[in-house]
């Protein structure tokens, strides 16, 4: 069972999003065929594609959030040292998780007028609460992500040498980050092993 949820915890966005992208590109590619070789158009399937769009949309939002993959301006923030940097990410997933907290109950109503209004899509009379049930499975994964990201953070924040999924530096399982190190130190120390024992394996390479 640990396993299963370890699995999840490190896979679940991408399977989701992957199987969201397989789907829109083949049901895609069956309207583009059935276009310009049968001379007939799908009713469908641009309906369909369009609401696992919206889907994979809300979903890559949680990915971004585990990932810490987001535009953002950190010259300010790159003088610190990582302790440094830590609390200022404490103080911004905070203003996150309180925000996207904040939003889960509009979108569970959002959800449920769906629900009582029994609304269809018009091509595949699909109920639209399933496409309108995004913004809150969304919302929810999100914040589940950002307080993943807090803890981290403030373990750093700390002074713990904490490992984290997301950091640049991340290579091995065995990587971790040092609080009291410098990012940059960390990446030139990586740097210098990796290119050590790649020296010592072409040597040996050329011993053999």
Not at 71 to 98: D, S, W
Not at 128 to 155: C, D, G, H, K, N
Request: charged content about 20%.
């Amino acid at each position: 069972m640990k396993k299963i949820i370890h699995w999840l915890d490190e896979n679940l966005e991408e399977c989701i999003l992957t199987f969201f992208l397989i789907g829109m590109t083949f049901i895609m590619g069956i309207q583009v065929f059935c276009r310009y070789a049968l001379t007939m158009s799908l009713s469908w399937s641009e309906e369909l594609t369009r609401y696992l769009f919206i889907w994979s949309g809300f979903i890559s939002v949680s990915y971004c959030s585990k990932k810490c993959l987001s535009i953002k301006i950190e010259q300010f923030v790159a003088m610190f040292p990582r302790r440094g940097k830590a609390i200022f990410k404490v103080v911004n997933h905070t203003f996150e998780l309180i925000f996207f907290i904040y939003m889960i109950p509009f979108a569970y109503s959002y959800m449920m007028s769906a629900v009582a209004s029994g609304q269809v899509s018009p091509a595949c009379s699909i109920p639209m609460y399933y496409i309108q049930a995004a913004p809150f499975v969304s919302f929810i994964l999100v914040a589940f992500r950002i307080l993943q990201r807090w803890v981290i953070e403030f373990r750093v924040a700390r002074g713990e040498n904490v490992y984290d999924p997301a950091h640049p530096e991340r290579n091995t399982p065995e990587s971790y980050i040092k609080a009291n190190t410098d990012i940059t130190q960390s990446s030139a120390a990586y740097s210098a092993d990796n290119g050590s024992a790649g020296h010592r394996e072409a040597q040996g390479k050329e011993d053999a």
